[in-house]
């Protein structure tokens, strides 16, 4: 059965400071991953979307990472604002198509 | 283009009652999925509807139901309501696996 882990829950970082956010996953066999940011009590937003045939995946001052071999994707976020202060969800289809959630990073970005 | 609609954006209603949420997907999207958001539990899948069947089902109560219909757009209904039903109901739509999920803003229900 596939997990969908994001670890630390909570992160706080000065303004200016790299973000880097982790999400981990079981079972190798996926098809994607795709990393979502919610304001609170709002909808998801998509940032990044990475095929299992894929490495990494770039916008901006984001950039995420993909390992199957490890079941690791990573999400980098640049020099970072207070803007970028919300909640940061990895989710991936996994070979059933099914599409599962970790239950998100929350992300402080302090002035 | 426009994205995912979701109507409405609020609703209060009584427990007992029963409600019908509304999600019109990205045109040309035959995928819709909806998912409950609550603080303690999370994300957590409800069911997928494609092409007007029901393809994938979450482990919630038969209270909860939905439908598509032949324009794509999805209802989802919640009979009897709870307290516990208080939420922050999802809805994704999707062209095909391989492209990804779009959300819409989601309907925040409140059951007193």
């Known amino acids: 059965k596939q997990e969908v882990t994001q670890i630390p829950a909570a992160l706080s970082v000065p303004e200016g400071e790299n973000l880097v956010l982790n999400c981990s996953f079981t079972?190798?066999?996926?098809?994607?991953l795709q990393w979502f940011r919610q304001d609170p009590g709002k909808g998801l937003t998509s940032l990044l979307l990475i095929q299992s045939s894929q490495r990494e995946q770039t916008s901006g001052r984001l950039n995420a990472s993909l390992d199957k071999s490890s079941g690791r994707s990573t999400l980098y976020i640049a020099a970072s604002q207070p803007g970028d202060s919300a909640t940061y969800l990895c989710?991936?289809?996994?070979?059933?198509?099914?599409?599962?959630f970790g239950a998100g990073t929350q992300v402080v970005v302090t002035p | 283009k426009a994205g995912v609609t979701q109507t409405p954006r609020y609703l209060i209603k009584t427990r007992g009652q029963q409600v019908t949420l509304s999600c019109s997907p990205i045109s040309g999207h035959r995928s819709v999925s909806w998912y409950q958001q609550t603080p303690g539990q999370g994300l957590q899948f409800l069911f997928e509807?494609?092409?007007?069947?029901?393809?994938n089902k979450g482990n919630f109560p038969g209270r909860f139901s939905g439908r598509q219909f032949s324009n794509s757009r999805s209802e989802m209904n919640v009979s009897t309501l709870e307290l516990g039903d208080s939420a922050l109901y999802l809805c994704?739509?999707?062209?095909?696996?391989?492209?990804?999920?779009?959300f819409g803003s989601g309907t925040r229900l409140t059951v007193v």
């Open positions: 079972d190798s066999a996926i098809y994607n």
């Open positions: 509807y494609f092409s007007e069947t029901q393809r």
């Open positions: 989710a991936l289809t996994d070979s059933w198509g099914k599409f599962q």
């Open positions: 994704a739509s999707s062209l095909e696996i391989a492209y990804g999920y779009t």
